[in-house]
């Protein structure tokens, strides 16, 4: 890229090197005199850039673009003045020279160099909207004024009849010098457009108008008739050659000139363009994609394609590229589209999830992704193949067709695909490497490789996708029955937390036992014991339950439960605190006379919090100093009672209402023990006062 850069530099700045060496070395600046060459040059440079300002008006007016304007009106006006120029050459027309002749280029140049710095320009809104609506009277006032021009040169009349010196005098200097420092900033601003578009055209306009520049240039400092003075000629000529061969190189590798100036235009006539491009892609896309279905003839996709081709003035081979270009993208839709119900079907298998829920989202989706299919899927009950009328979908699904019934039984039994001459898939569903289910696929003619495998797949995953939502099903049974279903749910969308360790977390710890159970069992039959401890035992449950804890373990008469484990709860202290409240209270009111009463303890710290034991036998559970002081806060509590350590007290806060025990000392342990007696909490159902002794 840099050499690219360096090579485009040192072409453009050789002519000033040139010029440079002309005025240094006088006698290097030969004279040349010789008016035909002279008038056909300027002539042919005249009708060129005459027909670039007339191609790029025309853009202009198509788009409404205020840039490709100046731009057209910057090579009128030069082409007007450049062919004054060359009318006024002596010996030709006029028999002398005259001021017409000498000031027609500088004047020209100059105009030609104030539309093109304002074609640069960042124009506002209202400024644009302005200049296209006054650009019928632009174009008009230049050809007014050129016409004056040659009206008073070509017939001798003042100001323009005199004969100024050789090298134009201090006029053509000024104008000279005003048209390089417009030319100048007119090219650094396309350049910079370049940079962010990288079109050609705009390469083409940027080295014309440093050409037009270095013209200007040479306009000011040359001689007449001299080397330096036919050097302006010369690159005036290539600056307006060169954009007339880049349009022409790309008209005749595009075949149309629709589109030859758009690269130059503003943002928005680019942006207009590609979505006009992009919407004739996306009409031969909706057009083939109907075709698919059966609503488009080849000959409706051809004219549908000229319609398209007509109204960008495309080429055939361009219009062949542009619908080869839609099919592509037309099927490529397609594939993603039937990718998408691959995913889809694999993001159903939600947990808990009801087979006949995650089967007939399945049908849906996959008729949704293959229209022209007909999806049915059947499952085997009691070791018969049922087809649910509501699992099936897509053109004539609510059709029996017998033969598919049978077919469909035979593929599910034996585990294979199968697939009829008609068009017909037959997928089962192998569960465990049993037979599940069946989805058939049926298809209006000969079923495409492509979509014979996508359905494959689609059918494994569903397999996939129903094994995964009872295999969900039967763990959050069984964790159900130990633990709340919000922890429940937890463990079965991340079983990493079931696995083999701990963490050191902060917990709530509840122990509850029942004091007297030892003489109640003596006393009292087997049945009356398990009757008494289901009874006890449920109410406990449902009251650590439904304060989201966890019911690690049941040992005889005992129950421990953990809050704030496996699942975080800020508020696990005071959580802890109400199901032990609501526990004694329940357990008062099915209490039968001679029946223990349970006392609880609750205490919170940090604990070892984990899956404790080893790979063939594993418990939750947690350890810790802190589970061991709520284990004996509870031996002290009486039958009734709800005794908590200071730190729950603490984290419940003035809610609480207790009594205070003071320091106890318990067993295993130095230090006593901070702890009070929980009678209530404050804001919650009242807690009945006799229950405590």
């Known amino acids: 890229m840099a050499a690219r850069v360096a090579v485009w530099v040192a072409h453009l700045s050789a002519p000033m090197v040139g010029l440079w060496l002309l005025l240094a070395q006088p006698r290097l600046d030969v004279r040349w005199q010789h008016e035909p060459s002279h008038f056909w040059l300027v002539l042919t440079v005249a009708l060129i850039s005459f027909g670039l300002a007339l191609v790029i008006n025309q853009a202009a007016r198509r788009r409404d673009d205020t840039r490709l304007l100046l731009v057209a009106l910057s090579f009128l006006v030069a082409a007007a003045f450049l062919g004054l120029h060359a009318a006024a050459t002596p010996q030709v027309v006029l028999d002398a020279r005259n001021a017409g002749f000498a000031y027609a280029s500088p004047v020209g140049l100059t105009l030609a160099a104030v539309f093109a710095a304002a074609s640069a320009a960042d124009l506002s809104v209202a400024g644009e909207r302005r200049l296209l609506r006054w650009s019928g009277w632009l174009r008009g006032g230049v050809l007014a004024v050129a016409g004056a021009w040659a009206v008073v040169s070509l017939t001798g009349r003042p100001p323009l009849n005199r004969v100024p010196g050789a090298d134009g005098g201090t006029p053509a200097i000024l104008l000279a010098a005003a048209g390089v420092i417009l030319f100048a900033y007119a090219a650094v601003r396309y350049y910079l457009l370049y940079r962010r578009r990288r079109a050609v055209m705009l390469l083409s306009v940027v080295t014309a108008y440093v050409l037009l520049a270095e013209s200007a240039l040479a306009m000011g400092s040359g001689v007449s008739w001299h080397a330096s003075w036919w050097l302006w000629h010369l690159l005036m000529a290539a600056g307006f050659g060169y954009v007339a061969y880049s349009a022409w190189v790309q008209y005749r590798n595009e075949g149309a000139a629709s589109g030859l100036f758009a690269a130059v235009g503003r943002d928005e006539t680019v942006r207009q363009l590609r979505a006009d491009y992009s919407a004739a892609l996306e009409g031969l896309v909706e057009a083939l994609h109907s075709g698919e279905q059966g609503a488009l003839t080849e000959g409706r996709m051809a004219a549908a394609t000229e319609r398209v081709a007509r ?173 709340s279903p919000d922890v429940a749910t937890a463990l079965v969308a991340d079983p990493s937390q079931a696995a083999l360790g701990g963490a050191v977390v902060e917990v709530t710890s509840l122990f509850a036992d029942l004091r007297g159970f030892t003489t109640f069992s003596e006393r009292s039959s087997p049945t009356e014991i398990v009757d008494m401890l289901n009874q006890y035992f449920d109410v406990a449950t449902r009251a650590v339950l439904d304060e989201n804890g966890t019911v690690v373990q049941f040992v005889g008469d005992a129950l421990m439960a953990l809050f704030n484990a496996p699942a975080r709860q800020p508020d696990h202290a005071l959580r802890a605190a109400r199901a032990a409240l609501v526990l004694q209270r329940e357990v008062d009111k099915l209490a039968r006379p001679g029946w223990p009463r349970f006392r609880v303890g609750i205490n919170t710290g940090e604990a070892l919090v984990g899956n404790i034991g080893g790979e063939a036998l594993r418990n939750f559970n947690a350890m810790g100093d802190a589970v061991n002081v709520a284990a004996r806060l509870e031996t002290q509590a009486t039958p009734g009672q709800v005794v908590i350590g200071a730190a729950t007290r603490d984290r419940i806060g003035d809610c609480a209402l207790v009594t205070p025990l003071g320091d106890l000392m318990v067993k295993g342990r130095l230090q006593p023990v901070p702890a009070f007696v929980l009678h209530g909490l404050r804001g919650e159902s009242p807690w009945s006062m006799s229950l405590v002794s």
């Open 311 to 483: 109204r960008f003035e495309l080429t055939d081979g361009q219009a062949a590229v542009l619908g080869r270009a839609a099919g592509a993208l037309a099927a490529e839709r397609d594939q993603i589209r039937k990718l998408g119900a691959l995913v889809a079907v694999g993001h159903d298998a939600r947990v808990m999830v009801a087979d006949f829920e995650l089967l007939r989202g399945a049908v849906r989706r996959v008729a949704s992704a293959f229209g022209d299919y007909t999806v049915r899927v059947g499952l085997v009950e009691q070791d018969r193949l049922v087809f649910p009328p509501v699992l099936a979908a897509g053109p004539g699904a609510d059709e029996v067709v017998e033969v598919h019934t049978v077919r469909a039984a035979q593929a599910t039994l034996a585990g294979a695909h199968e697939k009829d001459d008609d068009g017909t898939l037959y997928l089962p569903f192998l569960v465990k490497g049993h037979p599940a289910g069946v989805l058939i696929a049926a298809h209006a003619g000969p079923v495409p490789e492509r979509d014979a495998a996508l359905l494959t797949s689609l059918a494994a995953q569903i397999a996939i996708a129903l094994e995964n939502a009872r295999l969900y099903r039967q763990l959050d049974v069984l964790f159900r029955q130990y633990m």
